[in-house]
């Protein structure tokens, strides 16, 4: 067969699939005006989590091309406009634009929702907390730099709930509007990408070049993008967001670099799906055996815990400590219940949601 043929055929396959996602569409307007009939939420992260699973196996059963994660990426922006159909949905994130976390928030709510980037985690908080916003998106932890404390932090004091989280592998591309490499004399980015990007520049520059930290790869895309000889090593939605090409991906020295993500949101609570997870505060005291006997409700209960994390208390000429605590499971499960009934002035409900790590 020839090229122009197999476009055409590619043409065809592309209007069936634009009146199937308008087809999709009309049921999604259906579904949003009986949700708002009844006021219930419009963002299901375990419903969407079970399509994927579904389509993944169907996909495997019919010796399909698509991988779980080509369908996730091609699902998670059909979900995200059908959402936005539903309902137009404000997303805060810690900024700028073009950030890693600004990357996690569009990889799940997809490019047609607002996107409001703030300057710190706080703020996130503030603007979900009072409304202003539906949901935000702020790093929980890196799997090589560890936990974010501000996170922890405002989670403890704040009246908001965890809704989903979102890992991301954190990956760094090289961008500029040089396709001939040996015409780029600098190279824009933040410290820390330079040094996990440390073999990529020794291989590919002469030890001339220019390394020039800024405070953020956002910054570095958009100075590369203005300046004649000049790269940058940014996230691709850097990349993206100030039309710089892409000339390498993945051009970080170890593979094994994710950061964990949640998104968070004012009264929600999810359903549960099966596979699970739970967070919460516990404010034990400070006798002897406390923690120990707490941990130990969980253990004859048979509910795995993933992690617990100290935080300072922060009360007055006082060292004690507060207890942030995942466990597999959703708080609506019996056992579950048992122990926050046992507990229930010592425990804060933070949320159940899809475990996805």
Same mark, same amino acid.
């Given at each position: ?6 476009? !055409? ?20 307007? !259906? ?35 698509? !991988? ?235 509910? !795995? ?53």
């Amino acid at each position: 067969m020839d090229l122009l043929s197999l476009r !055409n055929q590619i043409d065809a396959i592309d209007n069936q699939l634009l009146r199937l996602l308008n087809e999709r569409m009309n049921v999604v307007k !259906n579904v949003g005006e009986l949700k708002k009939h009844e006021k219930s939420v419009i963002y299901r992260p375990e419903r969407e989590k079970s399509i994927i699973d579904r389509l993944t196996v169907l996909s495997q059963d019919d010796k399909g091309t698509l !991988n779980h994660s080509a369908i996730e990426a091609i699902f998670l922006e059909i979900f995200a406009v059908s959402r936005n159909l539903e309902l137009p949905e404000k997303v805060a994130f810690l900024g700028p634009e073009g950030s890693y976390t600004h990357q996690a928030a569009e990889n799940r709510f997809g490019a047609m929702s607002e996107y409001i980037p703030l300057k710190t985690i706080k703020s996130v908080f503030d603007n979900v907390e009072t409304e202003r916003v539906r949901f935000g998106v702020v790093p929980i932890e890196n799997n090589q730099e560890g936990t974010v404390a501000e996170t922890i932090d405002q989670l403890c004091y704040r009246d908001v709930k965890i809704v989903a989280e979102l890992p991301l592998s954190i990956s760094f591309s090289l961008a500029s509007n040089h396709d001939d490499l040996t015409k780029i004399k600098k190279i824009y980015s933040k410290d820390i990408a330079f040094r996990q990007c440390r073999n990529f520049i020794e291989d590919y520059f002469d030890e001339d070049i220019r390394l020039i930290q800024v405070s953020s790869t956002s910054r570095a895309a958009e100075m590369a993008a203005n300046e004649e000889g000049a790269a940058a090593i940014c996230s691709h939605i850097a990349a993206k967001l100030f039309q710089l090409p892409i000339r390498y991906n993945n051009i970080e020295d170890s593979q094994d670099n994710t950061t964990r993500f949640l998104i968070i949101a004012k009264d929600f609570i999810n359903q549960t799906s099966g596979k699970d997870k739970t967070s919460i505060l516990a404010k034990i005291g400070n006798h002897p055996g406390d923690l120990a006997n707490f941990l130990e409700e969980f253990r004859q209960r048979d509910i !795995n815990l993933t992690k617990i994390e100290s935080r300072p208390a922060k009360m007055k000429d006082n060292f004690n400590y507060w207890f942030v605590i995942d466990f597999d499971g959703h708080y609506k499960d019996d056992k579950v219940q048992d122990v926050m009934r046992v507990y229930k002035d010592t425990i804060t409900f933070l949320g159940s949601y899809v475990k996805m790590v």
